[in-house]
Nanobody, 121 residues
Framework: QVQLVESGGGSVQAGGSLRLSCAASGTIFKINAMDWYRQAPGKQRELVAGTTSGGSTNYTDSVKGRFTISRNYVKNTVYLQMNSLKPEDTAVYYC???????????????WGQGTQVTVSS
C-alpha cells in the first residue's frame, strides 16, 4: 500500500515563507513525476510545480521566482519552498506522485491528504 504524507503547512503573513514536504512510503517500485497541486475555496485544483524522474521542473506562472520544488530521490520525498507568499497563495496544497508499486504495475497517480496554507495580508 502506498501513502503520501504531507507536512509543513500553516499560517503566515504576506511576504513570509513556508516549506512543504511530502514523503511517499509503502510498496514502491518506481516513481516518475512528483508534483504539488493546490485548491483554493471555490476553485479548481491546479498544478503549482512539478518535477520528473530526470530532474526537470516546471512551475505555474503565478509562482515562478517565488516557489522552488526539489526532490530527494533516495527518500522518495518532494519539497516545495515557498517564499514571498501572497494572500492569493492561500489554498490546500496536495502532493501527487505518478508511480508504480510493482514492476508489473502501470504508472498511476497517488495523492496525499493535503495541507492547509493560509497567507494573511
Amino acid at each position: 500500500q502506498v501513502q503520501l504524507v504531507e507536512s509543513g503547512g500553516g499560517s503566515v503573513q504576506a511576504g513570509g515563507s513556508l516549506r512543504l514536504s511530502c514523503a511517499a512510503s509503502g510498496t514502491i517500485f518506481k516513481i516518475n513525476a512528483m508534483d504539488w497541486y493546490r485548491q483554493a475555496p471555490g476553485k479548481q485544483r491546479e498544478l503549482v510545480a512539478g518535477t520528473t524522474s530526470g530532474g526537470s521542473t516546471n512551475y505555474t506562472d503565478s509562482v515562478k521566482g517565488r516557489f522552488t520544488i526539489s526532490r530527494n530521490y533516495v527518500k522518495n520525498t518532494v519539497y516545495l519552498q515557498m517564499n514571498s507568499l501572497k494572500p492569493e497563495d492561500t489554498a490546500v496544497y496536495y502532493c501527487n506522485a505518478e508511480l508504480k508499486p510493482h514492476y508489473w504495475s502501470p504508472f498511476s497517480p497517488y495523492w496525499g491528504q493535503g495541507t492547509q496554507v493560509t497567507v494573511s495580508s
